[in-house]
């Protein structure tokens, strides 16, 4: 029996690549998956927040079209918990809609009993096979999150408007909107402004990290398999350098969340823009240097190679690239005092945490305890590790989960998509998932101050 995490190969016809038949599967698994696993996963700031990342890692590193369908299902369940509705039910799927590309509208109109959304939607992963989704749309007041029964009527995937290689399966077209019945969730601009945005940003580069490592696993087999090679053994070195780094990060990342949950020390903005930045820098090195390892043969005649690396080609671009260096510079430069030696205090506080969103230091509500490494303790000593992270796997790759029993565990959770990015964002690819699954690429752009802005998807 085919389980949710099989490799893309479980999906291939006898023809090869086939993406229609991979949108139907990726589909029908992630049903299987939501069942499976009820749909839920702890929530982010809730103390297991390295847990929750985790698992997405370890789905997306066997299939980033399905991570980025379930990714969806779990960030709309936290923003519904974060917002104040009750969670999915049992047998929902549920998809964020949130990329808001420039030249697309859809507008909400309030009617009596609640509202009427009208219009096209880009970049809404799981079009076919969400039973609802959380949308954004333009409203008299402002921009607002609602609630719609996806088949209840009133909305329709547009036919081939979904032409992507990469990212096939997560079926991300754009969605025609008929005097489609909805419900508002939360206020004007609450689905962008609570603390969960920037914590959703981060779990949508889990799922990048994931994808990174089942790009990267090829590598490693064949150096275990062929004759020594200098030059595979030097780049699979690097790899590993790579993926242990982004483990660390996102370690430190889900810690850093737990400890602050509601962002009351201002800095969830700029941990995610440091996390994503640093964890799609390594996903494309991991991308060229596996590449430049295997040259061309696995990208020709290994289905499951070549499907893993359009996908993550693709989902990473959810990123916002310099867009979104140039705002962690602006942060920066606005926040940064001098310091003694020149560098700023934003600097300083990065090593030490603080202000600037980086932590306390300790990413652990113990006091600071570490492990002989350095890094947080958890009360019993061990340390939450992230899918992959953690000390060095046998294979060299880090690895690592963090299984910890406690934080509550919640349908309810999740996260940012962008307002001007790519599906979710103006790459294609919805932020919400920072990829195809209904939010805008990566997390929402803001201005110097912090406060987002619209734009493109989440």
């Known amino acids: 029996m085919t389980r949710p995490t099989d490799p893309p190969s479980a999906l291939a016809t006898v023809g090869g690549f086939d993406p229609a038949a991979l949108r139907r599967r990726t589909g029908e698994r992630f049903a299987a998956l939501v069942s499976g696993d009820g749909g839920t996963l702890p929530l982010p700031g809730g103390g297991r927040t390295g847990t929750r990342f985790g698992r997405l890692a370890e789905i997306a590193r066997g299939d980033l079209s399905l991570a980025r369908l379930y990714e969806g299902h779990v960030d709309a369940a936290a923003i519904l918990a974060e917002l104040g509705h009750p969670p999915p039910a049992p047998g929902e799927r549920w998809g964020v809609w949130a990329a808001e590309p420039p030249g697309h509208t859809l507008t909400a109109a309030p009617v009596p009993g609640g509202w009427r959304l009208d219009g096209v939607k880009r970049y809404c992963s799981g079009a076919s096979s969400c039973t609802h989704a959380l949308v954004t749309a333009s409203a008299p007041d402002g921009r607002r999150l609602f609630r719609v029964a996806v088949d209840a009527g009133g909305c329709e995937p547009v036919p081939g408007t979904w032409q992507a290689i990469g990212m096939a399966g997560s079926d991300t077209p754009d969605v025609r909107f008929d005097r489609a019945p909805a419900e508002a969730v939360g206020e004007v601009e609450a689905y962008l402004r609570r603390p969960g945005f920037q914590h959703g940003g981060i779990g949508v580069a889990a799922c990048w990290y994931g994808g990174a490592r089942g790009v990267a696993d090829p590598l490693l087999a064949a150096a275990r398999t062929r004759r020594p090679d200098p030059h595979a053994a030097a780049h699979l070195g690097h790899v590993d350098l790579d993926l242990y780094a982004i483990g660390v990060i996102l370690e430190r990342a889900a810690a850093d969340i737990d400890a602050d949950p509601l962002d009351r020390e201002g800095g969830a903005r700029l941990r995610s823009l440091r996390v994503r930045g640093l964890v799609e820098e390594a996903c494309a090195s991991v991308l060229t240097r596996v590449g430049r390892a295997l040259g061309a043969e696995p990208l020709c005649h290994d289905l499951d190679h070549a499907t893993r690396v359009a996908d993550l080609t693709v989902y990473i671009r959810q990123h916002h690239a310099e867009r979104n260096l140039a705002e962690l510079g602006g942060l920066l430069a606005a926040s940064a005092t001098p310091s003694a030696d020149g560098t700023g205090a934003a600097f300083e506080a990065g090593a030490s945490g603080g202000a600037d969103g980086v932590g306390t230091g300790t990413g652990e509500a113990d006091g600071g305890r570490r492990d002989a490494d350095g890094r947080p303790a958890d009360a019993d000593g061990t340390r939450d590790a992230i899918v992959g992270a953690g000390a060095g796997a046998a294979d060299g790759l880090p690895r690592g989960a963090d299984r910890r029993?406690?934080?509550?565990?919640?349908?309810?959770?999740?996260?940012?998509?962008?307002?001007?990015?790519?599906?979710?964002?103006?790459?294609?690819?919805?932020?919400?998932?920072?990829?195809?699954?209904?939010?805008?690429?990566?997390p929402p752009r803001r201005t110097t101050g912090g406060t987002p802005t619209a734009g493109g998807p989440r």
Do not use: F, M, Q
């Open 405 to 442: 029993p406690g934080a509550a565990d919640s349908g309810s959770r999740r996260s940012p998509e962008d307002a001007d990015g790519p599906p979710e964002d103006a790459d294609g690819l919805p932020e919400d998932v920072d990829g195809p699954s209904g939010e805008a690429a990566g």
